[in-house]
């Protein structure tokens, strides 16, 4: 897991070329102690938040808009003063210190480049409003451009680049400052696909170069799952659950993170006993946790025709109400019968593809199966 492998390590395996900055110790730790924030008096946009992020971390707050995300990243950012509560970096308390004396940058949605500057000018802009010797400036803005890959385009003004492009200078410029941390407020959410992967996996790169601590705020868990050491999922201003995103998937400790990490196989829990539980759709043998919902996983389930199904326990007949091809996998709906439909996953390497209409014999595992209360 990618949580396991400290900057140090990173950088012993994967020495730094020529155009790399050296990489730096671990970033500063962070903690926030009873946050809240409060707009108006029916408007709370955060209930009390604890939550401690090391130093070299890449966190992740993940949630539907007007979760509270975006606002706790502009109180850590200093942007946004807490109604109430303790902020820390780095062991010290910034909860009165104003935004331009924090060591940390922010790279927002919008990137809020100057289009009059051109992309050198852009990057090193800070560091001149900090009066840093020009010579100084012309170093560290070529050694990071260089390094997030837009060397050639310095002298190329912003309004001339590509989206991509102009989130790179963004990076650029908030990186040249060598803050301990940096804040990332949905920085891909408007580049199309292809390239929000690409810049997924870069900045994972990046981050885990410099050992900085990165604090990413999105609404897409599939984005958070590749980039993130933990995640945080909020809801209502409140923290549901913390945690490495496989535990959020695969363990998720309430209905609503279960069903914003997108599941749909989620039953009520019917009645339950040593022996197992009763559902809506039958009966599942074995030995689970007490809880009120269940949550079977789609990749978890084997399929196969309905006439080659045994009376094994946990297998139940389902018709094919729908087929969605994914290339390496099928998402297959079945109706289990009265309205109840689930959702399996199949590997479509050297596997039969089933027809929608076809009878089917679905098998659940037990390891895919998680209890939790609403």
Do not use: W
Not at 46 to 68: K, V
């Amino acid at each position: 897991m990618k949580g396991q492998s400290t900057p140090a390590a990173s950088a012993i395996a994967e020495p730094p070329t020529e155009s790399e900055p050296e990489p730096r110790r671990a970033g500063s730790a962070i903690e926030l102690r009873g946050v809240t924030k409060q707009f108006a008096a029916d408007a709370i946009a955060l209930r009390g938040i604890d939550l401690a992020i090391s130093g070299g971390e890449f966190f992740t707050l993940l949630g539907p808009s007007g979760c509270g995300k975006t606002t706790l990243l502009r109180i850590i950012a200093g942007l946004e003063n807490a109604t109430d509560g303790d902020i820390e970096i780095g062991g010290a308390s910034v909860t009165k210190v104003p935004a331009h004396k924090r060591n940390v940058n922010t790279v927002f949605q919008s990137y809020a480049l100057f289009n009059h500057l051109n992309v050198a000018e852009n990057i090193g802009f800070g560091l001149k409003m900090r009066r840093v010797d020009k010579a100084e400036i012309d170093r560290r803005v070529t050694e990071i451009a260089e390094f997030i890959k837009i060397g050639g385009l310095l002298t190329r003004r912003v309004d001339q680049l590509s989206g991509g492009q102009r989130q790179r200078v963004a990076l650029a410029r908030a990186l040249v400052n060598e803050p301990d941390v940096l804040l990332l407020d949905e920085p891909l959410s408007a580049l199309d696909a292809g390239l929000r992967s690409e810049l997924q996996l870069e900045l994972s790169r990046i981050q885990r170069r410099l050992g900085m601590t990165f604090i990413f705020v999105t609404h897409d868990q599939q984005e958070a799952m590749v980039m993130s050491d933990r995640v945080a999922v909020l809801d209502d201003g409140r923290i549901q659950q913390i945690g490495p995103p496989q535990q959020l998937y695969e363990h998720p400790e309430n209905l609503f993170v279960a069903r914003f990490m997108g599941h749909q196989n989620l039953f009520e829990v019917r009645d339950q006993d040593e022996s197992g539980l009763d559902l809506c759709f039958g009966r599942l043998s074995g030995d689970f946790e007490r809880g009120s919902h269940v949550l079977i996983r789609p990749e978890t389930m084997t399929m196969v025709a309905a006439d080659r199904a045994n009376d094994a326990p946990n297998v139940f007949t389902a018709t094919v109400k729908e087929r969605v091809y994914r290339g390496h996998v099928a998402e297959y709906t079945l109706d289990l019968g009265e309205e109840i439909d689930i959702v399996v996953t199949c590997n479509n390497v050297g596997e039969p593809m089933f027809d929608v209409g076809t009878r089917v014999a679905v098998t659940v595992q037990i390891s895919g199966v998680v209890t939790f209360h609403a």
